[in-house]
């Protein structure tokens, strides 16, 4: 009776070890790279979280002309005023692929030479996850360039500059 308990034991032991080990080889990178304080449910797995991207137009007396998208969504080509904005929600893929991209460019009233440029504004990362408070991604459109704001400290931080 007692070899029958031992191989009982045994067996639960190894089928622990196994699940464990399961377990941390799909654990998704995030896990491991961020601080302990940051790891929740939503942190380890992003793919819960519905998350919003906002494009503001912060451009002086000129409207900003953007076309957001990803390989599912096509968000159109928007004309934003000064002082306002476009924002979406979404909730990335399991398999962490999710990608957002814009092209924003000043409206220079119908002037042939006006400043763009090509941005992503959403991929799968922690750094940019932490900048985002794990939920808002915002995005400004200023006269040298296009800003994130890192809503942990409440400041903006240089991203892209406009082609000329």
């Known amino acids: 009776m007692e070899s029958k308990t031992t191989n009982l034991h045994a067996s639960s032991v190894s089928i622990y070890f196994i699940t464990l080990a399961l377990f941390l080889s799909f654990a998704p990178p995030t896990i491991f790279c961020a601080p302990f304080h940051l790891?929740?449910?939503e942190n380890i797995f992003p793919e819960f979280i519905k998350w919003h991207v906002y494009i503001i137009n912060g451009l002086n007396n000129k409207n900003l002309i953007t076309h957001c998208k990803s390989k599912e969504d096509n968000?159109?080509?928007q004309n934003i005023s000064p002082g306002s904005n476009i924002n979406w929600s979404f909730r990335t893929?399991?398999?962490h692929s999710t990608l957002f991209w814009c092209h924003l460019s000043k409206d220079n009233n119908n002037n042939a030479s006006s400043s763009s440029a090509s941005i992503e504004v959403?991929?799968?990362?922690?750094r940019l996850f932490n900048k985002c408070d794990w939920k808002n991604c915002v995005w400004t459109a200023k006269d040298d360039g296009i800003y994130l704001k890192d809503l942990r400290v409440n400041t903006e931080e240089l991203h892209y500059r406009w082609d000329d």
């Open 39 to 41: 790891i929740k449910r």
């Open 75 to 77: 968000m159109g080509i």
């Open 93 to 95: 893929d399991f398999f």
């Open 122 to 126: 959403f991929w799968y990362d922690a």
